[in-house]
């Protein structure tokens, strides 16, 4: 019986560095943090090569975030935290046989996420059989022969489960999703469940599209920018470039966070020093430090105001909506005690923002995990889309909604099929262009999954992308249920937690980045990605492969629906020898692709329809923009409970940790820290570096996480906030959002205690 590895990042044992916030976002210290992760990852050569093609027509995509490109590109089309996920991606070090012969399992997974991170790219297939600790070479035969052999056994296909990371480009989600739903299943989780299923279930209730309404090109055109619930300074970092031209251009940004963030303060764009310009752009005109869980709160009294105010687009809510009265009655029902007590923000304030709001002719509602991660995600959703229709801030110029995506390809994944849930019209649809029927029965979402794996539902799993593991909830829960799993399969380009803690036998396939070339039948190939403005471009990779090992997604999941389902379905090689093909079948199965190749040869790609945005259509239950009504949530906790909030720092995307620099927040050399209000701190006798252990607590279960220094920071009283993956162990899995069933990462309520180790402070 093989020893567990561990499945928690072990505590830091660097030492903990802190410094004085910033109040100023990138500048020249992104531009040196750039060129350092470039020049220590990938030398001289590959830096100048990547940086100056990522991002551009005829380059690839960045795989950090989704934020889109602008129709004229710069020479340097990338920020800090694209250049390190270009680094980190294209590194030197690899990981091949001989790594894993000196290194078994448990002791890799006694490094920290960050360490596991530097080891390098995955450089050719690897199995861990039965029993053993040391992961041994296979060839892509073997391995397919084995996937193939797994699956083929199984009595059904709903025991194995396919997951998907937001990375994954179009046609490859395609053919995995074509290739599944042939084999028998709709069990396909993805990363989206646990960041913007609660937008897309908000957003497709009321205005009919679970996506974004707005152009990159609105921002030029916003009166008003409601930035909510979002850390764009570090997640999508050149939207604050979008941000600074609308300022320019007389627009007025409204920050709504627990957190003073860096990137809402003030921001310099590194490339303005080539012209000589020294001056940096206020962003926010208002930050409005709102209680964790307090936006319903806040939103509501924005509405109440816009009410009072007369702020309302009459002529759009008799035409274009639905529900206006049960709405309008619930906000003026709502006590400004309430409000303001829930909300944590002074009456005087919400004035101040709500007559922001009432002088818009355009406004745009941003927002990111802020709002999606928490039981009410769904309906605060809903109460944006509620103040924005009240103005008919909708399918105008320069207004709209905006939910900003963290993965570069996570709405594009959803679009061509990566979805659990598929409606009726998606799978007509679908039918018609494969030629063949597909399942009906919705399979598991991320939750339902893990729920699955702990009762022994799933004896294969399947991961394209990602690190699940460590991105999920509950994580020592998590790990018991990947352990239940007869075989788990990574799809991955670098080292992570996930393949340290597997099923009984494991199996990593290597695959191309976005970096490197992708040739097939002789001819480089292009794939395509979706921004999180619907448009829809290409991405080539230039790079020679890390590894001649190495396989792109779409040839691993052809050459695997081959060895598995045989050619009865779809001729799966020939559509891989050509990704052509591939978007010819897209063009025939999906809604919106029409004229497919021709058009993503267009220099910037093409929008997807967006009927919102385009016509004013809303292709809701009743045809109209519903308003909603919703009950605010109750956010009292206990007497002397707190509630945690976790989050990224500025030196990791999602689980990659690519340093331990968060620069903004002045954390630095150590990531265990806890973000708390001083008073708090000093109400308790404590004081910075205090050593606490955390207990969270939900529906009378506890879970407990030791070893947290404290960080005295600008967060309101009662709440706290640390990175993840470090906190995802105190969320638990079923305390997830109504209806998106989207983990509450956002709101945890949790207890501190001195920790008995070290009696309680870290020395300096
Ligand atoms: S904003 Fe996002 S997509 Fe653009 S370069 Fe930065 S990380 Fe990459």
Redesign the pocket.
């Known amino acids: 019986m093989r020893k567990s590895p561990r499945a928690t990042t072990p505590p830091d044992r660097a030492k903990l560095r802190l410094k004085k916030p910033k109040k100023k976002a990138a500048g020249i210290p992104a531009a040196l943090s750039s060129a350092y992760h470039g020049m220590t990852k990938m030398g001289v050569t590959k830096t100048v090569k990547t940086l100056v093609t ?2 551009q027509q005829e380059g690839f ?9 602008p129709e004229h590109r710069t020479t340097f ?10 680094a980190d991606e294209a590194m030197k070090a690899h990981v091949n046989a001989s790594f894993f012969s000196h290194h078994s399992i448990q002791a890799l997974a006694e490094l920290s996420d960050y360490e596991l991170n530097r080891k390098g790219r995955l450089a050719q297939p690897m199995h861990l059989a039965p029993g053993e600790s040391h992961y041994k070479p296979i060839s892509w035969e073997g391995a397919f022969e084995k996937i193939s052999g797994a699956l083929k056994s199984l009595p059904s296909a709903n025991r194995a489960v396919f997951y998907t990371s937001g990375r994954t480009s179009n046609e490859a989600a395609f053919l995995y999703q074509a290739f599944i739903r042939a084999y028998g299943t709709n069990n396909l989780p993805d990363c989206s469940n646990m960041c913007h299923e609660s937008s897309g279930k908000g957003l497709g209730q009321t205005i009919g599209i679970g996506k974004g309404t707005v152009t990159l090109e609105d921002f030029n055109h916003a009166n008003v920018i409601m930035v909510i619930g979002q850390n764009p300074g570090t ?5 604050l470039t979008a941000l600074r031209d609308a300022k320019k251009k007389g627009a007025r940004i409204i920050h709504i966070n627990p957190l003073p963030e860096a990137g809402l303060s003030r921001f310099k764009h590194p490339q303005d020093y080539m012209k000589m310009d020294l001056t940096s752009t206020q962003l926010a005109d208002i930050h409005l430090p709102v209680r964790i869980g307090g936006d319903a709160a806040l939103l509501k009294g924005l509405i109440k105001l816009q009410l009072e105010l007369s702020a309302v687009d009459h002529a759009f809510v008799n035409e274009y909506t639905s529900g206006f009265q049960s709405m309008k009655d619930a906000a003026l029902n709502t006590t400004w005690d309430q409000i303001v007590n829930d909300s944590g923000i002074p009456r005087q304030s919400i004035q101040d923002a709500a007559e922001m709001l009432a002088s818009s002719n355009a406004t745009i509602a941003c927002w990111a995990m802020g709002l999606t991660q928490h039981k009410n995600g769904v309906s605060v959703i809903q109460e944006v889309v509620n103040l924005l229709l009240l103005g008919g801030h909708v399918g105008r110029e320069g207004a709209g909604f905006c939910p900003v995506r963290g993965h ?1 390809n996570v709405q594009g994944d959803r679009t061509v099929g990566i979805w659990e849930a598929p409606s009726e019209s998606f799978i007509d649809r679908m039918e018609k262009g494969l030629g063949f029927d597909i399942p009906k029965e919705h399979g598991y979402d991320v939750v339902q999954s893990i729920e699955a794996m702990a009762d022994g539902q799933v004896d294969v799993f399947f991961c394209m992308g990602g690190n699940f593991l460590s991105a999920t909830p509950d994580t020592d829960f998590t790990a018991k249920a990947i352990a239940n799993i007869d075989l788990t399969i990574q799809v991955s380009t670098k080292l992570n937690r996930s393949h340290l803690v597997t099923g009984k036998e494991a199996l990593i396939l290597p695959c191309l980045g976005r970096t490197e070339l992708d040739v097939q039948d002789g001819e480089a190939q292009f794939v395509t990605v979706e ?1 999180s403005m619907g448009i829809v471009h290409r991405s080539k990779g230039t790079l020679q492969p890390a590894s001649p090992m190495l396989r792109s997604e779409p040839w691993i999941v052809s050459t695997l629906a081959e060895q598995t389902l045989g050619l009865q379905h779809l001729p799966w090689n020939d559509l891989c020898s050509n990704y052509d093909s591939i978007r010819d079948l897209m063009e025939a199965s999906l809604h919106g692709f029409t004229d497919y190749n021709r058009r993503v040869r267009n220099e910037n790609g093409f929008s997807l329809p967006n009927p919102p945005r385009d016509d004013r259509t809303f292709n809701t239950h009743d045809g109209f923009a519903n308003f909603t009504t919703h009950q605010l949530p109750d956010v009292s906790v206990g007497e002397d409970q707190f509630v945690l909030m976790t989050l990224r720092s500025h030196d990791q ?1 999602n689980t990659t940790i690519y340093g331990l620099h968060d620069r903004y927040r002045g954390v630095h050399g150590h990531r265990r820290v806890l973000f708390m209000n001083a008073d708090d701190m000093v109400a308790r006798g404590w004081k910075s570096r205090t050593k606490v252990d955390i207990t969270s607590h939900f529906n009378g279960e506890t879970r407990e996480s030791a070893s947290w220094l404290l960080v005295p920071y600008e967060i309101p009283k009662g709440n706290l906030a640390a990175y993840f993956p470090e906190a995802n162990s105190l969320v638990p899995l079923k305390s997830t959002a109504d209806v998106s069933n989207t983990p509450t990462s956002k709101w945890i309520v949790c207890t501190l205690r001195s920790s008995p180790v070290h009696n309680g402070v870290e020395e300096e």
């Open positions: 990522v991002n995509d960045c795989p950090g975030c989704a934020w889109p490109d089309e990338f920020c800090e935290n694209g250049a390190k996920a270009v997640n999508h970092p050149r939207m570069s921004n995307y």
